[in-house]
Nanobody
Framework: QVQLVESGGGLVQAGGSLRLSCATS????????MGWFRQAPGKEREFVAA????????YYADSMKGRFTITRDNAKNTVYLQMNSLKPEDTAVYYC????????????????WGQGTQVTVSS
C-alpha cells in the first residue's frame, strides 16, 4: 500500500522560509514524477511544483517561480519543497502528489495523494 506523508508545515512570518517534506512508502518512488499542490480556504486546489523521476526537469506555477524549489532524494523516497520569501497569500494546506499520468498541473493526473500539511504565513 502506497502512503505519502507530508511534514514541515507550521506558522511563519511573512518573508520567512519553510521546508516541506513528503515521505513515500513503496518501491516505485524513483519511477514517479512527484508534485506539490496547495489549497487555500475557500479556493480550489492548485498546482505548485513538480519534479521528474531523476530530477532532470522541474515545473513551477508562475507565482512560485524564484521563491519555491522542489527537490527529491530517491534514496530516501522523499520529495521536498523549499519555500522562501513566504507571503500571507501562501497560506494553505500543502499536498504531496505522486505518480503522474497526464498533465502535471491537473489534479486528476496524479494517482496518489498525501493528507496535507498546514502552512500559515502571518503578516
Amino acid at each position: 500500500q502506497v502512503q505519502l506523508v507530508e511534514s514541515g508545515g507550521g506558522l511563519v512570518q511573512a518573508g520567512g522560509s519553510l521546508r516541506l517534506s513528503c515521505a513515500t512508502s513503496g518501491r516505485s518512488f524513483s519511477s514517479w514524477t512527484m508534485g506539490w499542490f496547495r489549497q487555500a480556504p475557500g479556493k480550489e486546489r492548485e498546482f505548485v511544483a513538480a519534479i521528474t523521476r531523476r530530477s532532470v526537469y522541474t515545473y513551477y506555477a508562475d507565482s512560485m517561480k524564484g521563491r519555491f524549489t522542489i527537490t527529491r532524494d530517491n534514496a530516501k523516497n522523499t520529495v521536498y519543497l523549499q519555500m522562501n520569501s513566504l507571503k500571507p497569500e501562501d497560506t494553505a494546506v500543502y499536498y504531496c502528489a505522486g505518480d503522474l499520468t497526464g498533465s502535471y498541473y491537473v489534479m486528476t493526473s496524479w494517482h496518489y495523494w498525501g493528507q496535507g500539511t498546514q502552512v500559515t504565513v502571518s503578516s
